[in-house]
């Protein structure tokens, strides 16, 4: 397993990766990283959890509440992933997931955004092998 210290800076790397505009917006929330999910959700494939309430639900009385808190599981994330590359980019993929519940997003409109950003990766690549194919053959 990947030391804490190293997991916990590919995190803050994806948090700081945010663009500007989110990241102002983002107020009293925590991260942190857990070896596994607890024994009742050991079946199941969790990489990560938000709790807390969502920042569109947040009234004029909102305040004085503990943080709301994102946790990442490091040991599911590190049995899916078979390099240091791997897990930065399940990293990236699980933190956007869970800062995007904090904005209020359902899990069926994340569903939706990482389908399209997955079809987008795999037409770029599609493409740039197209394209060095052409010009392998000129």
Known sequence: MMPREKFEAIIEKVVSSLPRAFR?????????????PSEKDRGKMILGFYHGVPFPHRGPFYGNVTPDLI???????ETLCHSEEEVEEKVKEVVFHEIGHYFGLSEAKLDE?????????????????????????K
């Open 24 to 36: 102002k917006r983002i107020k009293n929330l925590s991260i942190m990283v857990e070896s596994w």
């Open 71 to 77: 946790v990442i599981y490091q040991g599911p994330i």
């Open 113 to 137: 955004i990482e389908r399209e950003i997955r079809t987008e990766i795999k037409e770029k690549k599609t493409k740039g092998r197209y394209n060095i194919a052409l010009k392998n053959k």
